[in-house]
């Protein structure tokens, strides 16, 4: 709107100074608002404004009107098809609209030297210089989008990216939650269930054994929970507990209590990573809590054994017959969990019946080397 006003203004300007002192006709102003008008809807039709321009400007002195140049009438225009991409359009335009006017001028009779020498550069100048800013306000509108662009992207990735560690968080408490917590609660559970048996058949014995397993239990509990605080507030691995795979004992106690034969072998030439460590101590841990709450079996082996830096964790039982051990298509938290600590650390891990049909082999072989 502004430009169109502002085109009208100073073309009528031009008419009303009549430098040739030639008198307006009476309808001169009227080409004035016809090419303000036309720039009305520059935005949406820019070439054929600018066509349209050319043709008033040649009409305009076909008229017989006084003179107002031939590159300030059309400057907006050709600007204008510029600015919204139409550089051939703006061009072809200028170069037919000036040559018109020199061929027209030169037959008319004018001095060539004024008419080529003096006026034609600044014709040209004008609207190539129209023609720049047109194109240059484009140039830096479309950089600005992209940048939007950008900078809406970046927000996007930085955002998923917070979801995703939000998520990733969430999943680590859960594991360690369930492996903790839900590991303790079983045997907590069936230790009170073997204390109000024994108490109910004057076991004074049996009473004691179980809830010395309770205790201890309950105990090794509130060290997993601390251990786990401080992994959530990201405390020095020097302040944490001991390492979880010299508590391997306290993890493989439900199975000796429940009346399982139980072997355990360890061999680990050096400190585990933390990570690794704490993976190791979660495995044994489900895993038991599996055997001793679904699998009919007697016996249970344990063993953690470091070679070719990598770790190797296997918990087998001879289970039999048909109980309720975990399904493969349908796994539990417990199998879900476990797979997940290990392919974190970059490992491989199994979960099922041995080839002969009789037992149950959990297997899982973590690196110990910082991966990428």
Do not use: C, K
Not at 93 to 99: D, F, G, R, T, Y
Not at 157 to 164: A, D, L, N, S, V
Not at 268 to 289: D, F, K, M, N, Y
């Amino acid at each position: 709107m502004l430009l169109a006003v502002a085109v009208t203004l100073v073309v009528s300007l031009l008419i009303a100074a009549d430098v040739n002192r030639s008198g307006p006709t009476p309808w001169a102003h009227g080409w004035s608002v016809a090419l303000g008008a036309l720039l009305l809807v520059r935005r949406r039709y820019p070439v054929l404004v600018v066509a349209l321009s050319v043709v008033a400007v040649i009409g305009y002195y076909v008229a017989g009107n006084p003179p107002i140049g031939v590159a300030v009438p059309v400057a907006a225009a050709v600007f204008s098809a510029a600015e919204y991409g139409r550089m051939v359009a703006a061009a072809v335009a200028s170069i037919l609209l000036v040559a018109v006017s020199v061929i027209y001028r030169l037959t008319d009779g004018q001095d060539p030297g004024f008419v080529i020498g003096y006026e034609l550069p600044g014709h040209a100048i004008l609207l190539a210089g129209a023609i720049a800013l047109g194109d240059s306000v484009r140039a830096r509108r479309e950089l600005r989008r992209q940048a939007d662009e950008i900078a809406a992207l970046v927000a996007e990735r930085y955002r998923h990216e917070t979801e995703q560690q939000v998520l990733a968080e969430r999943l680590a408490l859960a594991r360690e939650l369930h492996d903790s917590v839900g590991h303790a609660l079983t045997v907590v559970s069936l230790h009170t269930e073997v204390a109000q048996e024994a108490a109910g058949a004057a076991d004074d014995d049996g009473v004691e054994a179980a809830l010395q397993v309770i205790s201890e239990t309950t105990a090794a509990t509130f060290a997993d929970l601390r251990r786990t605080v401080a992994d959530l507030r990201q405390q020095d691995p020097a302040e944490r507990s001991e390492a979880p795979v010299a508590s391997l004992a306290v993890a493989v106690r439900p199975a000796e209590q429940a009346g399982l034969e139980v072997g355990t072998r360890v061999q680990v030439r050096t400190p585990l990573p933390a990570g690794v460590e704490a993976a190791v101590l979660r495995i044994v841990q489900e895993s038991i809590t599996n055997v001793v709450r679904h699998a009919r079996a007697s016996r249970v082996e344990v063993s953690v054994v470091e070679a070719d830096s990598t770790v190797t964790v296997r918990v087998e039982n001879d289970h039999v017959g048909s109980g309720a051990l975990p399904r493969l298509d349908r796994p539990g938290h417990g199998i879900s969990g476990m797979r997940e600590r290990t392919h974190l650390l970059g490992g491989t891990f199994s979960a099922g019946p041995l080839p002969s049909g009789s037992g149950w082999l959990v297997q899982a072989t973590i690196p110990t080397e910082e991966g990428p």
